[in-house]
């Protein structure tokens, strides 16, 4: 097991209200590992580190970690990020994660090698506003669509505010967690995604896998490169514009409508914003926001706004920003998950 998560370990309201460069999100795949023997010899290989630390040396990430099995990598790579200095953008990554956390305190485990179980460390450069900390789970999510779009020629698009879905259902949920530090606020944000889970192994109806799917690739080591990759491309570009999720940092939007297909480019230049919202299933969807409280807010989802909510315009024309903080289920109107 991992070590655990320190007391000092948050998840704040407001983070959950929430990826030598190019500024591409889809950079050319040299970086991408080929596919080894191992890889293909089963449903179930492991994951390749040596491969992987290959992708991560080529976008200058930081440290790897693995491990054969754990609790959580989000709590593993948070108490690490607690306890000493790290270099930005190191990973924790495991083969079968027992104790995965979701939104609201839920939890989950999959059959070990059966998914993807991963996490990032950020911690911003001097001048990062600190209000863009709360689009790093989105930023990730987009990142994810986009590697299961071009690498897997899966159509997968993102549902507010942190769940990556295709054919109707949900292949990979993210949560990013606050870490406070002696050198100020860091974020980790994890990933799990189903790769090659069976209809009886999955956790919930609303839920798929990959392989059930018919992805073109369930090579786990070929799609976690293609994410990290992704990750770090979209990061840096986040970056340099200081964390300001409607400055243009020269990100090429996804294609009006690629959610329905494998996702080909549109080469205007956008801000996060724009690319995140280019990625989203939800909008202009009816949708039944269910709070907290027991009370159902119902309209059409219209827009995503400059904080990372979403807009919803009742059917009196009455418009209302949704904290994902403030949601505890988002659905579809007519009854379907996304």
């Given at each position: 097991?991992?070590?655990?998560?320190?007391?000092?370990?948050?998840?704040?309201?407001?983070?959950?209200?929430?990826?030598?460069?190019?500024?591409?999100?889809?950079?050319?795949?040299?970086?991408?590992?080929?596919?080894?023997?191992?890889?293909?010899?089963?449903?179930?290989?492991?994951?390749?580190?040596?491969?992987?630390?290959?992708?991560?040396?080529?976008?200058?990430?930081?440290?790897?970690?693995?491990?054969?099995?754990?609790?959580?990598?989000?709590?593993?790579?948070?108490?690490?990020?607690?306890?000493?200095?790290?270099?930005?953008?190191?990973?924790?990554?495991?083969?079968?994660?027992?104790?995965?956390?979701?939104?609201?305190?839920?939890?989950?485990?999959?059959?070990?090698?059966?998914?993807?179980?991963?996490?990032?460390?950020?911690?911003?450069s001097a001048g990062f506003d600190q209000s863009g900390l709360a689009w790093l789970s989105m930023l990730c999510a987009t990142a994810m669509v986009q590697t299961l779009r071009h690498d897997a020629s899966l159509a997968a698009g993102l549902k507010w505010p942190n769940d990556v879905v295709a054919g109707g259902k949900k292949i990979c949920g993210l949560l990013a967690q606050l870490v406070m530090t002696d050198a100020g606020p860091v974020v980790v944000v994890g990933a799990g995604l189903n790769v090659s889970l069976s209809a009886a192994e999955l956790p919930v109806p609303t839920a798929s896998s990959l392989e059930l799917l018919d992805a073109q690739?369930?090579?786990?080591?070929?799609?976690?490169?293609?994410?990290?990759?992704?990750?770090?491309?979209?990061?840096?570009?986040?970056?340099?514009?200081?964390?300001?999720?409607?400055?243009?940092?020269?990100?090429?939007?996804?294609?009006?409508?690629?959610?329905?297909?494998?996702?080909?480019?549109?080469?205007?230049?956008?801000?996060?914003?724009?690319?995140?919202?280019?990625?989203?299933?939800?909008?202009?969807?009816?949708?039944?926001?269910?709070?907290?409280?027991?009370?159902?807010?119902?309209?059409?989802?219209?827009?995503?706004?400059?904080?990372?909510?979403?807009?919803?315009?009742?059917?009196?024309?009455?418009?209302?920003?949704?904290?994902?903080?403030?949601?505890?289920?988002?659905?579809?109107?007519?009854?379907?998950?996304?």
């Amino acid at each position: 097991m991992g070590p655990s998560a320190p007391a000092h370990v948050a998840q704040g309201r407001w983070l959950d209200s929430l990826e030598g460069m190019s500024n591409e999100p889809n950079p050319p795949p040299a970086a991408t590992p080929a596919r080894s023997d191992a890889a293909t010899a089963g449903r179930r290989a492991p994951v390749e580190a040596a491969a992987l630390r290959r992708v991560m040396d080529d976008a200058r990430m930081g440290e790897l970690f693995t491990s054969e099995r754990t609790g959580s990598t989000n709590d593993d790579l948070a108490a690490r990020a607690a306890s000493s200095a790290m270099a930005n953008l190191s990973v924790e990554s495991t083969e079968e994660q027992v104790q995965g956390h979701g939104r609201l305190g839920r939890s989950w485990q999959a059959p070990a090698r059966s998914s993807l179980a991963v996490s990032i460390y950020f911690r911003p450069s001097a001048g990062f506003d600190q209000s863009g900390l709360a689009w790093l789970s989105m930023l990730c999510a987009t990142a994810m669509v986009q590697t299961l779009r071009h690498d897997a020629s899966l159509a997968a698009g993102l549902k507010w505010p942190n769940d990556v879905v295709a054919g109707g259902k949900k292949i990979c949920g993210l949560l990013a967690q606050l870490v406070m530090t002696d050198a100020g606020p860091v974020v980790v944000v994890g990933a799990g995604l189903n790769v090659s889970l069976s209809a009886a192994e999955l956790p919930v109806p609303t839920a798929s896998s990959l392989e059930l799917l018919d992805a073109q690739v369930l090579d786990r080591t070929l799609l976690l490169g293609g994410y990290l990759r992704r990750v770090a491309h979209l990061f840096r570009a986040f970056e340099r514009v200081g964390g300001n999720a409607s400055a243009h940092a020269g990100y090429a939007l996804e294609a009006a409508g690629a959610d329905h297909g494998t996702g080909q480019e549109d080469e205007t230049a956008g801000t996060l914003r724009e690319l995140v919202r280019s990625v989203m299933v939800t909008i202009g969807h009816q949708v039944d926001a269910h709070l907290p409280n027991g009370s159902v807010l119902s309209g059409t989802a219209v827009d995503l706004d400059a904080e990372g909510s979403l807009t919803v315009r009742e059917p009196d024309g009455t418009l209302h920003n949704v904290l994902a903080g403030d949601v505890y289920h988002l659905r579809r109107s007519d009854g379907s998950y996304a």
